[in-house]
């Protein structure tokens, strides 16, 4: 008998070889194998005859073997197998390309089932390559399995019916309670149902079953995670001290900007911590609130935080807010990556005696030997770079802080009940005024010669540009950092010799990356030949050209945010999308991006042409890896599964209870192996 820990080359026809094809695709043990769920279905239970379809069809029949296998050897590396069947009252003719082992396998005057296309004529009917089953095993609902080469398909499907003919009943993870109010079948019924369901009933209920676990489990995992919400806040703020900040800027915020610091402010006076997500458009000035909320918050005696995914930008905050807040007699400091030893001792000490108010920095702030006195808000800018686990080891530096989370990403509704189910939300719906539109065009690569032009007369008007060069895939970063390296050296060497052209990549060091960013804000640098690097945050009003290489191996989401690095001062700016690609749909996304100027329609946009994976990318925010819901898909069961876990924690918050140790071992094991 096996159990559900048992090695899976302990089941019957696997052995120490399979099990090594079995390892690659992520199952080990009978567990992960049974929780390897079939991709879709095949319904071989609508059997017909010849008579009852017409050419072309993709059908189901059963047949009778009449002739032998004739092997015909067409050349070296393709050999054809051919026979006859008869369903009763028609002979079809049937061939097999390259497949021995079927071929060998079937006997003649044997009963079978096909299943695949059906070419007919007046006089005669032919399936090429059908699927074949013996009879009595075949007229079913076939599961189709993500497979890999070595590993077919069908092989997956022997392998995990043997294991649930060697397993007794499978331990439910959730209560009767649950069970029962929620309509859920069993989850030994389901594990059965969803890998040999007898009808399309029965795999519906198994997936509404299993989806439901998954999302409670995930539901529940990120519950606790979260920070401490519901203790009373110790950093009660008495004054608000927004009108004195808005002297210290050169401008006027927008009615907006003046809503959102308001929001904070307000949750800031009441009794529990703030949890707030700002959300803004790039360019939508995002910065200002969260200087104004820090303003507000040190002038009534807290340590504050200001953590940025990237040195880059951390760099550009601690710069921006030093001349911002210089008059005031605020202490700032940053803590990066590359902070010396000696200067981060320092801070260090400094932080715990009280003497910084506000730190600027990279997750290195986060990290566990970094203590405050009096930490009283933490802002996280850009936080969809940020790991939900990080996020809350942030909340436990203080007891009851306030935090603000700061996203220029538009996150459809569901994703934000996932990761800010318990964030109040501002929005910034207006950008500050006198701003230009930004003019897109798409091009291709006939254009590079005006382009070129274009830049060095605005690099002559003392304008600046990026290019930025054609993605590559991700496990190629190397190649990334090449293609960027190759294209710099070349510009500047023939179309811009005599202009100063910078180099920004990932691969840099970031005190490289840092003097080449302060080189560029400075108007040194004329023209920055970058990676995607430049993607989050950076700001310099003069750069007003930005091009784009192979634009159409980009995200929507991410040519928006790199656009948004121009267009930021009142100069008019320019982006050129350059493209190649003769896809009809590369070229039609790229015109939503020429079309609009607004992130959440060019996001919108973006998540109905590419479907939800990229926005739940599961790296990108701190998410387990799912393995059948779909949390765009399965909103409704999303729902469910939320107050079922509100339920749960309202009763027993520890999950101590007996009838929740299953879950919360589920829990363990869902979040066990992610890597923040
Ligand atoms: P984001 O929301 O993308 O983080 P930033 O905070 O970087 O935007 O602001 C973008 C630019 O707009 C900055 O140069 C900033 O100084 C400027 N800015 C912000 N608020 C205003 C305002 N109310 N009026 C004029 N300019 C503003
Ligand atoms: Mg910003």
């Not at 194998?33 to 017409?54: A, C, G, H, I, M």
């Not at 200087?291 to 550009?316: R, S």
């Not at 996280?380 to 909340?395: M, N, P």
């Not at 998540?607 to 939800?612: E, S, T």
Request: charged share 25%.
């Amino acid at each position: 008998m096996l159990n559900l820990e048992s090695n899976i080359k302990f089941i019957k026809g696997v052995g120490e070889k399979r099990a090594e094809l079995f390892y690659s695709l992520g199952i080990f043990d009978v567990d992960s194998l049974l929780r390897f769920y079939p991709r879709k279905y095949e319904d071989w239970t609508n059997t017909k005859t010849v008579s009852q379809v017409n050419d072309g069809d993709h059908i189901t029949i059963k047949a009778t073997m009449i002739t032998p296998v004739k092997e015909h050897r067409i050349k070296r590396s393709m050999t054809l197998y051919k026979c006859r069947f008869s369903d009763g009252e028609s002979i079809i003719n049937v061939t097999i390309f390259n497949n021995k082992y079927l071929a060998q396998a079937l006997r003649i005057y044997e009963d079978y089932v096909l299943f695949g296309k059906i070419d007919k004529s007046l006089t005669s009917a032919s399936m090429s390559s059908p699927k074949i089953e013996k009879l009595d095993t075949g007229v079913c609902i076939h599961p189709i399995y993500p497979a890999n080469g070595k590993l077919t398909s069908n092989a997956i499907a022997k392998v995990i019916k043997t294991a649930l003919n060697n397993l007794d009943e499978i331990p439910d993870t959730l209560s009767n309670d649950i069970k029962t109010k929620y309509n859920l079948i069993s989850l030994d019924s389901a594990i059965r149902q969803i890998h040999i369901p007898k009808s399309e009933e029965e795999s519906y209920k198994a997936r509404k079953r299993l989806i439901f676990e998954e999302l409670l489990t995930l539901q529940l995992g990120l519950l606790k995670l979260k920070s401490t919400k519901k203790d009373e806040t110790a950093f009660v703020i008495s004054h608000d001290f927004t009108d004195e900040f808005k002297k210290l800027l050169p401008y006027r915020l927008t009615n907006a900007q003046q809503n959102a610091i308001g929001e904070c402010i307000k949750d800031m006076q009441g009794r529990y911590p703030m949890g707030r997500l700002l959300q803004g458009d790039v360019g939508s000035g995002k910065t200002a609130v969260a200087a104004g909320i820090l303003y507000t918050a040190i002038k009534n005696g807290y340590q504050t935080a200001l953590m940025a995914p990237t040195e880059i930008l951390a760099v550009q905050h601690y710069e921006g807010l030093l001349k911002t807040l210089q008059t005031t007699g605020i202490t700032i400091r940053l803590l990066t990556g590359s902070t010396k030893a000696k200067e981060k001792r320092e801070i260090k000490a400094a932080l715990i005696d009280g003497e910084i108010d506000l730190l600027i920095g990279t997750h290195a702030i986060i990290q566990n030997d970094v203590a405050f006195s009096k930490l009283g808000l933490v802002i996280t800018d850009e936080q969809h770079r940020f790991g939900v686990k990080q996020r809350a080891s942030l909340a436990e530096k203080g007891h009851g802080i306030h935090t603000l989370v700061m996203s220029a990403t538009p996150i459809p509704r569901t994703l934000g009940l996932i990761l800010y189910g318990d964030l109040d939300i501002s929005i910034l719906d207006e950008h500050p005024p006198g701003r230009q539109e930004i003019r897109t065009d798409v091009v291709d690569s006939r254009y590079h010669g005006r382009i070129y032009k274009f830049i060095k007369d605005a690099a002559d008007r003392g304008e600046q540009s990026y290019i930025i060069c054609p993605m590559v895939e991700e496990s190629e970063e190397m190649l990334h950092v090449k293609s960027a390296q190759q294209l710099a050296e070349e510009l500047s060497e023939t179309v811009f010799k005599g202009y100063s052209v910078g180099l920004l990549h990932g691969k840099m060091k970031p005190k490289e990356k840092d003097n080449i960013m302060k080189a560029f804000s400075l108007g040194d640098i004329k023209i920055l030949v970058a990676t995607t690097v430049v993607e989050v945050g950076v700001d310099v009003p003069n750069a007003t050209i930005m091009v784009i290489e192979n634009a159409e191996r980009f995200g929507l989401s991410q040519l928006h945010q790199l656009r948004g690095r121009i267009g930021r001062g009142n100069k008019k700016s320019f982006c050129v999308l350059v493209s190649d690609s003769k896809n009809e749909a590369s070229l039609n996304r790229l015109r939503i991006m020429k079309n609009n100027s607004d992130g959440f329609k060019i996001a919108d946009a973006d998540l109905k042409a590419r479907g939800p994976g990229d926005f739940f990318g599961e790296r990108q925010h701190g998410l387990p890896k799912l393995k059948i819901a779909d949390m765009l898909e399965d909103i409704e069961i999303l729902h469910l599964a939320q107050s079922c876990a509100m339920d749960i924690l309202k009763e027993d918050y520890n999950l101590n209870l007996e009838k929740n140790q299953y879950l919360c071992d589920a829990i363990t094991k869902m979040f066990r192996d992610i890597n923040y």
